[in-house]
């Protein structure tokens, strides 16, 4: 069975610092990763998606990495801002329908 | 505002009261799901829909029924809810839930039953 696990469960960094979490599947058969930003009270919002055949995906500050052999993904946030401060998931597919979520990150940028 | 809305946001429910919790759409999405949400245990998969009439389990459904009467409404229904199922919902939504699709989510309802 697939499983999930984020590295660290909480982050505390200063403004400006860049960083990396890091994100651990158990089984390397996926269709794809996906990392997605949590803030109370406003569900889950999509960063970045990386298929099985890619090795990274860039969007603005983020960077996601997929190395599937090793079953890791981390993604990179450059120059990290007060309003980063959230929870990361990640979530992987392992086939058919059902996503697999990671228990998160929760990361708080200090100004 | 292309959005997935939910309600309701917050319900506190007793034991065995029947609830419903509403999903609604304005994408035209084909794919819709529902997670359940707990603290250590990460969002886990309740049920999905491929498309209008066609419903199938998830990782945890006992519990839970769903329907898809029309392509933009996905309800959520507890018969007879217990207090384990006490959690943070989500639905989501995907274009036609392919493995290139982003899921788009839904604010959340944090349910609790006593």
């Known amino acids: 069975k697939q499983e999930v696990t984020q590295i660290p469960a909480a982050l505390s960094v200063p403004e400006g610092e860049n960083l990396v979490l890091n994100c651990s599947f158990t089984d390397s058969a996926i269709y794809n990763l996906q990392w997605f930003r949590q803030d109370p009270g406003k569900g889950l919002t999509s960063l970045l998606l990386?298929?099985?055949?890619?090795r990274e995906q860039t969007s603005g500050r983020l960077n996601a990495s997929l190395d599937k052999s090793s079953g890791r993904s981390t993604l990179y946030i450059a120059a990290s801002q007060p309003g980063d401060s959230a929870t990361y998931l990640c979530?992987?597919?392992?086939?058919?329908?059902?996503?697999?979520f990671g228990p998160g990150t929760r990361l708080s940028v200090l100004p | 505002e292309a959005q997935v809305t939910q309600n309701p946001r917050y319900l506190i429910t007793v034991t065995g009261k029947k609830l419903t919790v509403t999903c609604s759409q304005n994408m035209n999405h084909e794919y819709m799901s529902w997670y359940r949400q707990d603290p250590g245990l990460g969002l886990r998969q309740i049920y999905y829909s491929m498309n209008v009439e066609v419903t199938d389990k998830g990782d945890v459904p006992e519990g839970y029924k769903v329907s898809r009467k029309e392509k933009r409404n996905f309800p959520l229904i507890l018969e007879s809810p217990s207090p384990n199922q006490t959690s943070l919902y989500f639905c989501?939504?995907?274009?036609?839930?392919?493995?290139?699709?982003?899921?788009?989510f839904g604010p959340g309802t944090r349910l609790t039953v006593l």
């Open positions: 990386i298929q099985s055949s890619q």
């Open positions: 979530a992987v597919r392992p086939s058919g329908q059902n996503f697999v």
């Open positions: 989501a939504s995907s274009l036609f839930g392919t493995i290139t699709d982003t899921q788009y």
